[in-house]
T-cell receptor, first 114, second 111 residues
Framework: DAGVIQSPRHEVTEMGQEVTLRCKPI?????LFWYRQTMMRGLELLIY????????DSGMPEDRFSAKMPNASFSTLKIQPSEPRDSAVYFC????????????FGDGTRLSIL | GENVEQHPSTLSVQEGDSAVIKCTYS??????FPWYKQELGKGPQLIID?????GEKKDQRIAVTLNKTAKHFSLHITETQPEDSAVYFC??????????FGTGTRLQVFP
C-alpha cells in the first residue's frame, strides 16, 4: 500500500522565493493535515482539511502561508515570500476522519531558506 | 490553551531494560491517545493507540496505560532493543478533532 507521499523531499531556496510543497494522501482518507516540525517548537499543526474543505487554519503562522486541496488526492502548502525562519521539516498526514483516527504521516519535506 | 506535556525529554536505557514515557493532557473530553515513533529522516509512525473505554492495551513489547481521572497516559516498552532507539511522541485530541503532540522523548538503547 502506498502511504502518504510528499514532494520534494528536500528544498533549498533563497529568501523571497515562492515555495510549494505537495502531498498525496492515502486513497480513501477524508482528512488531511499539514504540520511543521522544528527543534524549538516541536510538531505544530498548521491546517487541516475534511473532505477537501479547510476546517481549521489557526496554526498557519501568517498570511505568507496558504494551503489548498483541489481534490481528494492532492494538497499543496505554499509559502510566498519565504523567509529564513520558515526553515523546518513540513509533514503531511492523512486519516479516515479528523477525530479519533490514526493519522498516517509522510516522510516530510526538509525546507531550508537561505 | 489545551496542551500535552511529555516526560522525560531524553531517556537512556541498557538493552533488555524497560522504558517508560509519560504524558498528561488537559482536555477532559479527549478520548483517543496515540503514540508515534519517529526515526531519523522519517515521519512519525503510529505504534500503538488507546481509546478511553479501556485502561490498558498491549502489543508485543509495547503497552499503553491510561488514567482518565488523572488525565495521564504512559508508554511502556519492555525488553528494549537498539532498534527501539528513536524519538517518541504522545498526542491527544483537542476539541475532538485535531491532535496536539507532546514535545517528544529521545530514547537511546545501548547494547
Amino acid at each position: 500500500d502506498a502511504g502518504v507521499i510528499q514532494s520534494p523531499r528536500h528544498e533549498v531556496t533563497e529568501m523571497g522565493q515562492e515555495v510549494t510543497l505537495r502531498c498525496k494522501p492515502i486513497s480513501g482518507h477524508n482528512s488531511l493535515f499539514w504540520y511543521r516540525q522544528t527543534m524549538m517548537r516541536g510538531l505544530e499543526l498548521l491546517i487541516y482539511f475534511n473532505n477537501n474543505v479547510p476546517i481549521d487554519d489557526s496554526g498557519m503562522p501568517e498570511d505568507r502561508f496558504s494551503a489548498k486541496m483541489p481534490n481528494a488526492s492532492f494538497s499543496t502548502l505554499k509559502i510566498q515570500p519565504s523567509e529564513p525562519r520558515d526553515s523546518a521539516v513540513y509533514f503531511c498526514a492523512s486519516s479516515l476522519a479528523s477525530s479519533n483516527q490514526p493519522q498516517h504521516f509522510g516522510d516530510g519535506t526538509r525546507l531550508s531558506i537561505l | 490553551g489545551e496542551n500535552v506535556e511529555q516526560h522525560p525529554s531524553t531517556l537512556s536505557v541498557q538493552e533488555g531494560d524497560s522504558a517508560v514515557i509519560k504524558c498528561t493532557y488537559s482536555d477532559s473530553a479527549s478520548n483517543y491517545f496515540p503514540w508515534y515513533k519517529q526515526e531519523l529522516g522519517k515521519g512519525p509512525q503510529l505504534i500503538i493507540d488507546i481509546r478511553s473505554n479501556v485502561g490498558e492495551k498491549k502489543d508485543q513489547r509495547i503497552a499503553v496505560t491510561l488514567n482518565k481521572t488523572a488525565k495521564h497516559f504512559s508508554l511502556h516498552i519492555t525488553e528494549t532493543q537498539p532498534e527501539d532507539s528513536a524519538v517518541y511522541f504522545c498526542a491527544a485530541p483537542v476539541n475532538t478533532d485535531k491532535l496536539i503532540f507532546g514535545t517528544g522523548t529521545r530514547l537511546q538503547v545501548f547494547p
